[in-house]
């Protein structure tokens, strides 16, 4: 399935879904003020165009990402309702179920989550930390582990994570997410 397969509305909502889950965290906490919240829309950008060069990701999810940054001119008035976010993916998904088979499926909503997760993560008092935050959270990701506490996420940061976690429906379990029994 290709995005070009998808209604006009759709493939807009689609596109515009990993910015607005990330947006959605980083606009979640206010208390770190102007810095924390440059520093994680940078981290989203970053994310998006590392998951858009990112075959792995999934071919529908690297179609997605990719043109979420091709259309980066826009990011700002994607901003808007953003406290629907969470309604929005469900809808989306909802649409998406039938059209998209469900390998493909799946991967994009475990690449929003890990995106979401990782806006959350990104504020630190350095760029070394940062970086660092970033790097361990991947890491523990890519091993099917997750760590003992997520560094630099607050209580309402987790709240937000856990409404886009059960507006993709998915469960966080490991054994679940590496299709074991």
Request: net charge negative; glycine share 4%.
């Amino acid at each position: 399935m290709s995005l070009e397969n998808l209604s006009d509305e759709l493939r807009e909502a689609v596109i515009k879904l990993p910015y607005r889950v990330g947006y959605f965290i980083s606009a979640a906490d206010r208390t770190g003020g102007a810095q924390a919240d440059q520093t994680e829309l940078e981290s989203l950008e970053h994310l998006l165009t590392f998951y858009a060069e990112d075959a792995v990701k999934g071919e529908f999810s690297q179609s997605v990402m990719a043109e979420t940054v091709r259309r980066k001119v826009f990011w700002p008035s994607w901003r808007t309702d953003i406290a629907k976010t969470p309604r929005d993916v469900r809808d989306v998904l909802t649409d998406l179920e039938i059209r998209v088979d469900e390998k493909n499926l799946r991967a994009f909503k475990y690449n929003l989550y890990e995106l979401a997760q990782t806006v959350a993560e990104s504020f630190s008092e350095t760029q070394h930390q940062k970086t660092q935050s970033i790097l361990m959270s991947w890491l523990h990701r890519a091993l099917g582990v997750r760590p003992a506490t997520q560094q630099n996420i607050s209580d309402i940061e987790q709240r937000a994570l856990k409404d886009i976690e059960d507006a993709l429906s998915i469960s966080l379990d490991v054994s679940h997410k590496r299709g074991k029994k």
